[in-house]
């Protein structure tokens, strides 16, 4: 599988990412979470592919949120360790 996306940096969260399909937009992304996000401002466009390097995402996994939710937010890496812990625990953060 082969999309190309968007990708948009939050102006409210530092290193936090979202990626959707060009072609959609952000029609998929729900108001609740753009409202978290801020003013998405747009970073780049590019090819995505399973075997696609990322620095902190994994390929397959992006493609697979495009699919289905229709978007894939990057969140922030954790700042200490009490929340490396908290992260390590959490295989999907619920923002909604």
């Known amino acids: ?3 190309i996306c968007d ?3 939050s102006p409210n969260e530092d290193e936090m990412y979202l990626y959707v399909k060009k072609e959609e937009g952000l029609d998929k992304v729900p108001e609740a979470l753009l409202d978290k996000f801020g003013k998405p401002q ?3 466009t590019m090819l995505l592919t399973p075997e696609k390097k990322l620095g ?3 390929a397959a996994r992006v493609l697979e949120q495009l699919e289905d939710p229709g978007f894939y937010l990057q969140m922030p890496p954790p700042k200490d360790d009490e929340m ?3 992260n390590a625990h959490n295989t999907k953060i619920n923002l909604f």
């Open 1 to 3: 599988m082969k999309v």
């Open 7 to 9: 990708i948009f940096k």
């Open 42 to 44: 747009h970073v780049m």
């Open 56 to 58: 902190r995402a994994d």
């Open 84 to 86: 490396r812990r908290i």
